[in-house]
Structure formats: C-alpha cells, structure tokens
C-alpha cells in the first residue's frame, strides 16, 4: 500500500512538472518576444553631425540593442516542440539550451538596466554610421525581458531535473507501431518478423 502512494504522488509530480514546464516556456518565451519588441531607449542626436543645436529623437527597441537576447524567446517556443519529440538525454540537452538562452537573455536584460548607455552607442552606431547621443532616456520595459529569462532559465534547471521522467510524442508512436506490428492477420513483413525474434517469439506461429 505504502509503495503505491508513492508511486501515485511520484507519478502526480511527474505530470504537473511536465505541464509547469511547457506552460513556462509558452509564458516566458512570450514574454520575452514581447519585451524585446517594445521601446526600451530614446535618444537624442544632432540632425547634422557637429551641429547641436538641431536634435532628433530615434527610438529603439530592446531587440535592436539586445538582437541575441531577443532571439532566446523564440529558442524557449522551439524547446516546447523539442520536449514533446525527444525524451531521455535530448531532454538533457534541451534544458542546457535553455538554461543558456535564460541566462543570455538575463544577461543583457541587467546590463541594459545598469547601465544603458554602451548598448546605446552600439546601436547608433549601426543606424547613423558613428556619433554618441547628446541626451538619452530608457525604460522600464527591460524589466519584463528580465522576468522572462528568469521564467526560461527556471524551466531549463527543472528540465534537467526531471525531463528524463516525462512522457513525449516518441514513445506513444513507438507503443501504437508496436500494437500494428502485433496485431493477428496481418500481412508479416520482415521488419515484423525481426521485432517478433527480438522479442523471442516465433514470428510463424
């Protein structure tokens, strides 16, 4: 009795980390797809260069200064589509990938927070061919990018814990391809046979 509780919570554990995991890759890798996409930086530079007087406004959003951290959203939807075609050691590796594009994506989310102004520059850099901003301002909107790296971050360390457990696509098909194989009046084709004498049986009879 005491053995089947066990069994009962463990396998109840098993399919609600299952569940939080997807649902934390949905979130965050949403989350950060939508951080990026929003305005994180506005600067102000001179319409002629050497000419202060006259300033423009450019806006950027968090995926023009922070490209690679945006990108990790996307890498947390794609891992959904992984976790539920692999099992085993792929899951391993998925949660490494993951728990890397979390700490990418926290990494650029800080630096940006701490201190905006490099990205900035970079940014400017690319878009008007040299010149710093004269006068800058940020906002708060790297905070949610943070949050979403945070969530992917959390779910790759909960995949290595416990994707090993979980069920996937691959072993339903490989039951329902067992259960064609094995059905009676069939027609016995030579893949067939070879499972049947894996098997020990006499593939004949």
Do not use: H, N
Request: glycine share 16%; aromatic share 8%.
């Amino acid at each position: 009795m005491t053995e089947s509780i066990q069994d009962t919570d463990e396998g109840r554990l098993t399919v609600f980390s299952y569940r939080l995991a997807l649902l934390g890759l949905v979130t965050s890798g949403l989350i950060i797809i939508a951080a990026f996409a929003v305005p994180w930086a506005t600067a102000s530079v001179p319409l002629v260069s050497g000419l202060s007087g006259s300033l423009t406004e450019i806006t950027f959003a968090g995926l023009e200064l922070f490209g690679l951290a945006a990108g990790m959203g996307w890498v947390g939807l794609a891992a959904v589509a992984g976790i539920f075609a692999t099992r085993g050691w792929g899951r391993v590796i998925i949660g490494m990938v993951v728990v890397v594009a979390g700490l990418v994506t926290i990494v650029g989310s800080i630096g940006f927070g701490v201190d905006p102004e490099p990205a900035l520059v970079g940014a400017l850099s690319d878009r008007l061919s040299g010149g710093a901003p004269e006068q800058w301002s940020s906002t708060p909107w790297w905070l949610l990018g943070l949050i979403g790296g945070l969530g992917l971050a959390a779910v790759g360390v909960l995949t290595l814990a416990r994707g090993r457990t979980w069920p996937g696509l691959s072993r339903r098909y490989e039951r329902a391809a067992k259960t064609t194989s094995t059905k009676p009046g069939g027609p016995l084709s030579a893949l067939t046979a070879w499972d049947a004498l894996d098997r020990g049986e006499d593939p004949t009879t």
